[in-house]
Every structure is written in C-alpha cells, then in structure tokens.
C-alpha cells in the first residue's frame, strides 16, 4: 500500500500543519510517511501544496501527479491542482459551502473541517487513529485563538456524508 | 510500534544532525532557499545544544554578508584545524566557487552541502539538478573536488558524515550535491544505525609555526608540477572513496542480466528504483531487462563500474532534472559503443511513472 494525499490552499490556510497532524498520526500505527511542501515566492496570499505519502514500505521519491485523495481549500489552489489527475476522492471547498455556512463555521476554520474529513476517511482506511489527529490537534491549537470554532467544524465531520 | 528508532526528519534536520555527528565546530553562511533552513537549524542546534544537562556552547557559527565571504571564512576555519561547512543553493553556489578554487589550490578541507535550484540565475527556489556541472568544474583549474550525489535522507546523512572525513583524510574540497526536493521532504529515517568513526583533524597552520600555503605561484614549471601532484593524489584518493549502485528491482542480485540500462543520480535514482521494480515486476511476457546504474560520487566518476555495465547493455537511458549535464559526464567515461538516449526535464522532479513510459516507448 502506498496511500497518496495531496492537500492544497492559500499559504496560511494551514495546510503544512494539517500534513504534520496526518503524518504523525500515520507513524504511530507504524507506517512509513513521507511530506514535501510545495509554495512560491511570495511570503503570504501564494498556493501552499503537501505532498503526503503513507506507506508499508520504504518511500523512494516525495512527489507525486496522481493523489488517491486530493483536498482543496481555496478557489486558487483549485487552478494550481487541475493538472494533478482527478480521483474519486476529491474534496473541494465548492463542494462544502452550503454545509459550511448552515453550520455558522467561519472562515478561518473551514480547515478544521477538511483535516476531519481527511482524519476520518484515513481512519477508515486504517492508516490512522482520527482520535489521534484531534490529540495532537488539541495540543496545538487549545490555547490558541477560536479553538472552539476550530473543534466544531472538526466535529461536524463526525457523522457528515462524503 | 515500529519507530520507536526512527526520527520524522527534514532534509535540513538530517545535514545538521550528519554535521554535528561528524564533529563539525563551525559553519558560515549566507541564506538562500532551499538550503536556509541548514543555517537555521545550526544555528538553533549551537544555541540550545546541551551535554549532560550543561549549555554547550562549542558549536559556532556566523551569518556573512554574502556566500563569497563565508567561503572564504570556512577556508580560513579549516587551517585551524575545525571541521567547519557552508550551505548554500543556485546562485549562492556560483558565487562560493572563488573560495572553493582557492581551497581545490590550497588542498583545504572543506566541506560545502549544496543545495540544487532552478537555474540560470535565480531560477526557481524549488528543485533541480544543474548543479552538477558547478561542484565539480566551477572553479578555474583542474576541478578536484569529491563530490557525493545522495538520493535519499538516509544517504545524506550517511554521506555528509563520509564527506567531513574524506576532506579531512585526503584534503580535497567536499560537496554533498542535494536538492530542494531532498532538503524539504520530512520522512522517517533510522540515523543511529549508520556507524562511522569520526577522523581527528589538526591545525594545518598554527599560531607557533610558520608555514605557506600558496595559491599563487611565480613559475608555470612549479604550478605544472604541483597540478601533477595533486592529480596522483586525486587518483590514488578515487581508487578508495568512488562509489556507485546497481538496482536490478528490489530482493534481485546486482548481477542479474538486463538489457537496458536506466543511469540517474540523486533523488531521481529514487524515482528509478521505483520504474526498474515496476518494469522487472511486470507480468512476465512484458517483464523488462531493465538495471539501474546509479554513480554515487560524480567526482571521482564511477567510470570502470560503468564500463563493465555498459558492456552487456543494448540501450542506455539517462534521466536527470538537468538538459545533459550527468549525460556528459557518462560519456565522457563511457568506452563502450551504446547508443544513449534520455529524459531531460531540468529544474522539474520526474516520477517514476514518466521512466516507465519512456522505456516502454
């Protein structure tokens, strides 16, 4: 198995500290995980890209143009990725709105939402605990800014369709 | 749990980690993506290192005003007798190739990570493999320099640790050849497995004795004789530190038969490895007799290595993020009539699906 993700949104979308949470999590059930970041020039506003591989063997080369699971966080990264092969499993902020502004989740946490999505497809998959991304998540981000907005659109992914 | 060893690294970490391992004291350097997070993290590592509980402070380093001055500062360190490196990406490598000159001429032993981009010029910040031609000929003069190419965090680890030593033993400048890919990639390495025993280093010049080291000479005899020296000493250093690989897909002997042969270095040899097991793996009847030669150091070239591989091959493919740069250098040794052909994507990554492709044309 070697399981190919691909996260892509605006630089400070948080999409490198989403990888982080995935591939730790991946390595306590003992699976090889690889990450590369891929960004431009520009300090803020540019397209931030994770490669994120998880594996049962050793991983050979970083990247990679076909995910098995691509998300998508901004209209912008939605461009930066249409060259990336379209896979079933495709989750793109378009596609979430509704549900998104029904539930009151602001802005700022739509990334919240996304990283449960991903959390509990991969735990379904067996390649992680979802319970563990949301430990190492609360480590991060309790005492920070919004962590209640932050924890309901993480739990919103709980029973939600996808 | 299976990691319970094992570090979730970055390429940057893994250098720094290699570095202070090797007994390495000093490093100067000029930032510039993607190799700045070397300097960094050393910088870090100096500040925070701690030995049974106590402040460390012997780890030095400084920040100069450009990649000229902090080659030129490393040279300097290394007459002290401190194992002392630079860091440096793309332009930054074009501009530390004064210093490097001068240490090829002064046989000093430094030891610089370069760390490929996009070129010419500012290029990308990304990823390459144009650099290949710069550590080893960019100086004026005869280009003796040792230079490592790994293609995983494992080996650059490994390597590094190699690099400082082989400075050390054989005074010759050292580059570890990375990349922006290799340098960002975070993945789970093993490092305490890797053993090597650190060589001692002595001041080449000292505060009580007196000694010149020229870089200049007044007669074209005496520089004639001294390039001649050094050109025995390379070759008689080439005959112990050149390595190389051969990757017939995963769990098969080096020596199995093919008839193809897929030549890359760095982390593209990664990708390759990859293509050979898919293209070897393959159902039977479409199964190839396809190898991997993979030179290890560009300089010294792996060139006997590649001749006896070369001799039993029909094709060879070279592929590399570069327009022919490690082309040139495989047939510049290759004394084999075979025809080579390639994949040359510079300043792009190549996966291995676009090998298997190109050998299934």
């Given amino acids: ?162 | 749990m299976k990691t319970n060893k094992k570090q979730f690294l970055t390429g940057a970490e893994v250098v720094v980690r290699a570095c202070v391992d090797a007994g390495a004291k000093m490093m100067f350097g000029y930032p510039i993506t993607p190799g700045t997070e070397i300097l960094s993290h050393w910088i870090r590592e100096a500040q925070s290192r701690l030995i049974g509980g106590q402040a460390d402070k012997s780890l030095k380093y400084l920040q100069t005003e450009d990649e000229i001055a902090a080659g030129f500062c490393m040279c300097g360190a290394v007459m002290a007798g401190e194992k002392t490196f630079t860091a440096t990406a793309g332009p930054g490598t074009v501009l530390m190739q004064d210093a490097l000159s001068m240490a090829d001429g002064m046989r000093l032993p430094v030891v610089v990570i370069v760390v490929q981009r996009g070129g010419p010029s500012s290029g990308t910040v990304i990823y390459s493999q144009q650099e290949v031609n710069l550590a080893i000929h960019g100086g004026n003069g005869e280009g003796l320099r040792l230079v490592y190419s790994p293609s995983n965090l494992t080996e650059l680890y490994e390597y590094t640790r190699l690099a400082f030593n082989n400075a050390w033993k054989y005074n010759f400048p050292v580059i570890v050849l990375s990349d922006g890919f290799l340098m960002k990639t975070r993945q789970l390495v093993d490092l305490e497995k890797i053993k090597i025993k650190n060589i001692e280093t002595e001041a080449i010049i000292s505060e009580n004795t007196q000694k010149n080291i020229r870089n200049i000479y007044t007669f074209e005899e005496e520089l004639g004789e001294k390039l001649a020296r050094d050109k025995k000493d390379f070759e008689k250093m080439a005959g112990e530190v050149i390595m190389s690989e051969v990757f017939c897909g995963r769990g098969q002997v080096e020596t199995c038969p093919y008839e193809e042969l897929v030549i890359a270095h760095g982390i593209v040899a990664g990708a390759a490895k990859e293509a050979v097991n898919a293209l070897r793996l393959a159902p039977l009847a479409q199964g190839k007799k396809v190898g991997l030669f993979r030179p290890i150091t560009l300089s010294p070239f792996p060139a006997k290595e590649l001749n006896e591989l070369a001799k039993q091959a029909k094709k060879i493919f070279v592929v590399e993020s570069s327009m022919g740069q490690l082309r040139d250098l495989v047939k510049q040794n290759l004394e084999v009539a075979v025809e080579v052909s390639g994949l040359y994507k510079p300043a792009e990554g190549i996966e291995s699906e676009e090998i298997v492709k190109l050998l299934n044309c």
């Fill in chain 1, 1 to 162: 198995m070697n399981l190919k993700i691909l996260l892509s949104g605006d630089g400070g979308q948080g999409i490198q500290l989403m990888s982080d949470l995935v591939c730790r999590a991946a390595i306590q059930r003992g699976f090889f995980v690889s990450h590369i970041p891929n960004y431009g020039l520009e300090q803020r506003g540019g397209v931030s890209l994770a490669f994120i591989q998880i594996s049962d063997s050793e991983i050979a080369y970083p990247k990679f143009s076909k995910p098995d699971i691509t998300l998508i966080l901004s209209h912008q990264a939605e461009e930066r990725t249409a060259k990336f092969s379209i896979t079933n499993s495709q989750f793109s902020v378009k596609d979430y709105e509704e549900i998104l502004k029904k539930n009151n989740i602001p802005h700022q946490s739509y990334n919240m939402f996304f990283l449960g999505l991903l959390a509990r497809m991969l735990g379904e998959k067996g390649v992680l605990q979802r319970e563990k991304v949301f430990e190492l998540l609360r480590e991060k981000l309790e005492k920070k800014p919004n962590w209640e907005e932050n924890k309901r659109a993480w739990e919103l992914t709980k029973n939600i369709r996808y």
